[in-house]
């Protein structure tokens, strides 16, 4: 429901870009099991993608040490978002936490949605892993020592420019890699034998990817400059040449991109409905060493308890008063503070 709600269907992005990638841009038939592959025989990655899983990328303190959950586990985790989701739709509006204040992420304030926009899933990881990131091993991004200072969190002041908002909230984008998390949880990937075509629901982003061999040219882009090419059965993109924007604020300090941040992400089809998604991040400035994240995208979108349907536009902007009512929220707040 809440993609339906979120903005005009793009009927119109198949058909550019088929006419972009020109007519090559179909599935091949392929026996039942099998991964698909193209016409001209690579593997075939097209279609809507989600992610969508209730394991967190950083391990929780309340498994370290494992990797892995049991099956029972990760079964009662799922089920408890099931009922989660169930009482959160059935409870009124404005219901109180047991401190007596009202639950704002679960039933909505200023500044934040209600349960009934979000679109987490109710699906663990299915190999049980307590984290997406499998390296390091104890499933912690590898900070430096003053990675994070000055960091504030996510909904807090002060707002004294439209720089104190996130790049997200001004609708500029979370950053790379996009771990396929949240509402507008879904990519579509599009794919010819030259370029392969990754359009982000979430901030309707597109990365345009060559596949032809091409040299990185320097030029400075917001989600990096990519470049393809097929080892075997994965296709490997590397994207360099991010921006430099520490005094942005962004929502999570390891999204932050530097000069120095390189991003492969690798795409391998495993069956009819799976993509093994494997993405490494480097970047000296912020982190001690390389880290690696790994998860399943699938086509099955109700397997995962997210809506289905294709691709819904995230309109950011279009009647977005937000910025300017934060600012003159805090500013009504510091007059009545005086």
Not at 63 to 70: A, D, I, K, M, W
């Amino acid at each position: 429901m809440q993609r339906l709600m979120s903005g005009l269907p793009l009927v119109v992005a198949p058909l550019m870009f088929a006419a972009l990638l020109g007519a090559g841009a179909v599935h091949a038939q392929s026996p039942a099991g099998d991964a698909p592959r193209t016409p001209w025989g690579d593997p075939d990655l097209q279609g809507v993608w989600v992610g969508s899983t209730l394991t967190p990328l950083e391990r929780p303190e309340r498994f370290e040490g494992r990797e892995f959950l049991s099956a029972e586990e990760m079964a009662a985790l799922e089920q408890g978002a099931v009922d989660r989701n169930i009482s959160l739709y059935e409870r009124p509006a404005e219901t109180t936490t047991a401190g007596g204040s009202v639950d704002w992420r679960d039933d909505g304030t200023p500044g934040f949605y209600n349960n009934f926009w979000l679109d987490n899933g109710t699906a663990w990881e299915p190999s049980g892993r307590t984290s997406l990131i499998v390296d390091p091993p104890d499933g912690r991004i590898p900070y430096t020592a003053n990675a994070e200072d000055g960091y504030r969190p996510h909904g807090s002041g002060p707002w004294d420019s439209y720089l104190d908002l996130d790049t997200g909230e001004r609708c500029l984008g979370d950053g790379l890699p996009q771990i396929w998390l949240g509402y507008n949880p879904n990519h579509q990937i599009f794919q010819t034998a030259e370029h392969v075509v990754i359009v982000h629901e979430m901030f309707n982003q597109r990365r345009i990817i060559p596949l032809d061999g091409r040299p990185h040219v320097d030029i400075t882009q917001w989600n990096g400059e990519p470049r393809g090419r097929w080892e075997g059965e994965t296709l490997v993109v590397e994207s360099r040449d991010f921006p430099d924007r520490p005094h942005d604020r962004w929502i999570n300090t390891w999204r932050i991109p530097t000069s120095r941040l390189h991003l492969e992400e690798r795409y391998t089809r495993v069956d009819a409905v799976t993509i093994d998604y494997v993405a490494t991040i480097t970047d000296p400035t912020k982190f001690t060493r390389p880290w690696t994240v790994r998860m399943p995208l699938s086509q099955d979108q109700a397997e995962r308890g997210v809506a289905a349907g294709d691709l819904f536009e995230f309109a950011c902007h279009e009647g977005n008063y937000a910025v300017a009512n934060v600012l003159r929220g805090a500013r009504a707040q510091d007059d009545a503070e005086q």
